[in-house]
């Protein structure tokens, strides 16, 4: 018998919060967001998010027209730009893994 705990990838539901002024309290919606089940359509899901949350006139030019690299290189290109305009998302780990810092994670300046 096995007695190793299987790694098994985190569960459980992820979307933004809506607070609306209500007539006697506030109104408060959880939306959640339905993930896709490939990586590639995760992936795609996590970039359309971004660029639609981005204001107006923050990036010094539109992208015109963004396209899905292959495995093991920058996760989307801007084809469509002048010069390419690579996009790499981020991973990142719950906080929780990180309730106690290892020692020299973080430097202390001048030191």
Do not use: H
Not at 14 to 41: H, I
Not at 78 to 105: F, K, N, S, W
Request: hydrophobic share 35%; aromatic share 8%; net charge positive.
């Amino acid at each position: 018998m096995n007695d190793r705990k299987t790694k098994r990838k985190p569960t459980g539901s992820t979307g933004p919060v809506r607070v609306e002024r209500g007539k006697a309290t506030p109104k408060v919606d959880f939306l959640p967001v339905e993930f896709p089940s490939t990586k590639a359509e995760i992936e795609s899901l996590m970039l359309r998010s971004f660029l639609a949350s981005v204001p107006a006139g923050l990036l010094t030019a539109p992208l015109i027209d963004v396209r899905a690299n292959t495995e093991n290189d920058f996760d989307f290109v801007d084809a469509g730009a002048a010069t390419p305009t690579y996009i790499e998302l981020m991973r990142r780990c719950p906080a929780r893994q990180y309730a106690v810092v290892p020692p020299g994670v973080f430097s202390e300046p001048g030191k």
